[in-house]
């Protein structure tokens, strides 16, 4: 059974830092693209970023280019999201999800429960 | 980006019912449509990929179709499980772009 696990969020002040993680199960991790996706209070959701099977290529919304890097250490099966920078509309759940390729198709065949990111003073 | 829009942005249903949520794009996206379920406090559930692709496992009461900047969502009978918010997804473009949802409830 696929199983990915958010954890990291928090209460934080604005320009601080944040590190989220998600941890994999359940499949060949290595192998696959993975994505965050966020959502604030009330909206639809935001892709952030992606990382490929290989972690050698990266992508960023414009939201967030400069401030966040996603990285992933494939022999602990874990995603990461480095947060910097941080401001009050970056305040949203955080999901990680599984594209079912090595290279990302930005679509999406298994998502986590996602984790709480609120920035506020 | 391209846009993605929803409607209705919520409904009211019985079991049993048949439901049809649509999405529009704001320019041809092809096929590449990818419907989820959200549920509150859960994670989200991929339904449908390639505008009409069935997820693994999901059941065969839901059905996608559409292709360019229509696409619709149907559930042939609702079930309790259902009552959901339903969002669309394009991959066509980058950055992959969501719809802002649609909320089926019980009448």
């Known amino acids: 059974e696929v199983r990915l696990l958010e954890s990291g ?17 359940g499949f060949t991790f290595r192998n696959y693209a993975m994505s965050w996706v966020r959502q604030a209070p009330g909206k639809g959701p935001e892709w952030v970023s992606a990382v490929s099977g290989s972690g050698t290529r ?44 090595a290279a990302p198709h930005y679509y999406f065949d298994y998502w986590g429960q996602g984790t709480q ?5 | 980006d391209i846009q993605m829009t929803q409607s209705p942005s919520s409904l009211s249903a019985s079991i049993g019912d048949r439901v049809t949520i649509t999405c529009r794009a704001s320019q041809g996206i092809d096929n590449y449509l990818a419907w989820f379920q959200q549920k509150p406090g859960k994670a989200p559930k991929s339904l449908i990929y390639a505008a009409s692709s069935l997820q693994s496992g999901v059941p065969s009461r839901f059905s996608g179709s559409g292709s360019g900047t229509h696409f619709t969502l149907t559930i042939k009978s609702l ?10 997804q394009q991959y066509s473009g ?3 772009t969501f719809g802002p949802g649609t909320k089926v409830d019980i009448k």
Request: with cysteine; charged share 20%; glycine share 6%.
């Open chain 1, 9 to 25: 969020g928090r209460l934080v002040q604005p320009g601080g830092s944040l590190r989220l993680s998600c941890a994999a199960s």
């Open chain 1, 58 to 101: 990266t992508y960023y919304a414009d939201s967030v280019t400069g401030r966040f890097t996603i990285s992933r250490d494939d022999s602990k099966n874990t995603l990461y999201l480095q947060m910097n920078s941080l401001r009050a509309e970056d305040t949203a759940v955080y999901y990680c999800a599984k594209d079912p390729f």
């Open chain 1, 117 to 121: 990111v609120t920035v506020s003073s």
């Open chain 2, 79 to 88: 079930r309790p499980e259902d009552f959901a918010t339903y969002y669309c």
């Open chain 2, 94 to 96: 980058y950055p992959p």
